[in-house]
Antibody, heavy 122, light 107 residues
Framework: QVQLQESGPGLVKPSETLSLSCTVA????????WSWIRQPPGEGPEWIGN???????NYNPSLKSRVTISVDTSKNQFSLKLTSVTAADTAVYYC????????????????WGQGTLVTVSS | EIVLTQSPATLSLSPGERATLSCRAS??????LAWFQQKPGQAPRLLIY???NRATGIPARFSGSGSGTHFTLTISSLEPEDFAVYYC?????????FGQGTKLEIK
């Protein structure tokens, strides 16, 4: 069974850097794509970006200037850094796996972490 | 960026009734659309992918249809555990986007 677990500070000060890690169990990170998604309170999810195990990344243009996603295959982890945060970055942050499901035309988010609430406040 | 518009925002129904949820895309996403269910305090759960394929373990009462810009999620006979928020998500163009959600509540 694939499991993902987010970890990192739950409180970040404005203008500082948000850093989260996602540890993957039950699957090798050297497969498929791995994503970060966030969900502000009471709103729909927003895709932050994804990474292939080779290191190839895609970032949401709305966040691209502030986001870095990296992968550590030795730890079976991938990470998110978001710089210069403001209150608008307060959200539950999820990590998730994208994989090619049976007969699927493209990859879909099939396994998610439980999510971690990050609050931006002084 | 492709905008997904879901309707209605809230749907009030009783167990046993049929639910029909709509998702419209601002431009064609072909069949690259998924539906997720989210309960309070939980991560979204994949229900449907490629517009009409049920994910592993999803009951047959859930079905998806549509292509291009108009999609529908149907729950044929509501069970108590189906009351939740439902999101559509397109996987056609980067950035991949989600709809704003439809809340399915007990009448």
């Amino acid at each position: 069974q694939v499991q993902l677990q987010e970890s990192g500070p739950g409180l970040v000060k404005p203008s500082e850097t948000l850093s989260l890690s996602c540890t993957v169990a039950g699957d090798s990170i050297s497969t498929y794509y791995w994503s970060w998604i966030r969900q502000p309170p009471g709103e729909g999810p927003e895709w932050i970006g994804n990474i292939y195990y080779s290191g190839s990344t895609n970032y949401n243009p709305s966040l691209k200037s502030r986001v870095t996603i990296s992968v550590d295959t030795s730890k079976n982890q991938f990470s998110l850094k978001l710089t210069s945060v403001t209150a608008a970055d307060t959200a539950v942050y999820y990590c998730a796996r994208e994989s090619p499901l049976e007969k699927a035309l493209v990859y879909y988010l099939d396994y998610w972490g439980q999510g971690t609430l990050v609050t931006v406040s002084s | 960026e492709i905008v997904l518009t879901q309707s209605p925002a809230t749907l009030s129904l009783s167990p046993g009734e049929r639910a029909t949820l709509s998702c419209r895309a601002s431009q064609s996403v072909s069949s690259y659309l998924a539906w997720f269910q989210q309960k309070p305090g939980q991560a979204p759960r994949l229900l449907i992918y490629d517009a009409s394929n049920r994910a592993t373990g999803i009951p047959a009462r859930f079905s998806g249809s549509g292509s291009g810009t108009h999609f529908t999620l149907t729950i044929s006979s509501l069970e108590p555990e189906d009351f939740a928020v439902y999101y559509c998500q397109q996987r056609s163009n980067w950035p991949y986007t989600f709809g704003q959600g439809t809340k399915l509540e007990i009448k």
